[in-house]
């Protein structure tokens, strides 16, 4: 009575045709079509904008670097800049490495007192 039943449920034949395939790598096509727009497009964008803040760089401007210190650039060089970190400290520094630029005359955060 129930061998009828368990092959009434027999699983279909292997390979199923185009649509199956296409229904098992649709969800990979998915995901990397969302990799593309949350992380891939993103960081282009950035690197985008970070190469033109760099090639933008001029004399005057105050630069943060990515080790967290921050000068005025003197001199600037095909591949690196002149930044002074103190009164009369210059120091050679590659343009990559530059993470902000800062607008000249920024105004100065309310906590500092000018006393």
Known sequence: MFDNLVLAQAAPAAGGGPEAMLIQFLPLVAIVVLFYFLMIRPQQNRAKQHAAMINAVKRGDTVVLSSGMIGKIVRVEDKEVGVEVSTGVTVKVVKS??????ARGEPAPANDSKA
């Open 97 to 102: 490495m530059i993470s902000d630029v800062r």
